[in-house]
């Protein structure tokens, strides 16, 4: 499986935005996928999963309320709708593929190269 993150972007306090991951493989469906984001001098942190099915979803605290992951497996995709965005949002985002809807990224066996997502005061 081959993932490739988009849609980051500059946004302003309180805005939103849609990140996407579009995979490749015949067996993307099968894969949980989650979203994990790294700012500069941090850990990489978990922000949310969602289940093979779409079905399930898990969300960081910090994020609960304002984020919604979403998947389309007939088109090999997987999107997080941000809105509220905050300054501490600021980071890479990278989807990854695994088993199951983990909060640890070692769970998640296929990564996708981050996309930006700067959030202004």
């Known amino acids: 499986v081959q993932l490739q993150a988009s849609g980051g972007g500059l946004v302003q306090t309180g805005g939103s935005l849609r990140v996407s991951c579009a995979a490749s493989?015949?067996?993307?469906?099968?894969?949980?996928v989650g979203w994990f984001r790294q700012a500069p001098g941090k850990e990489r942190e978990f922000v949310a999963a969602i289940t093979w099915s779409g079905v399930g979803t898990d969300y960081a605290d910090y994020v609960k309320g304002r984020f919604t992951i979403s998947r389309d497996n007939a088109k090999n995709m997987v999107y997080m709708q941000m809105n509220s965005l905050k300054p501490e949002d600021t980071a890479v985002y990278y989807c990854?593929?695994?088993?199951?809807?983990?909060?640890?990224?070692?769970?998640?066996?296929?990564w996708g190269q981050g996309t930006q997502v700067t959030v202004s005061s």
């Open positions: 493989g015949r067996t993307f469906s099968r894969y949980a």
């Open positions: 990854a593929a695994g088993w199951t809807t983990a909060t640890m990224a070692h769970m998640y066996d296929y």
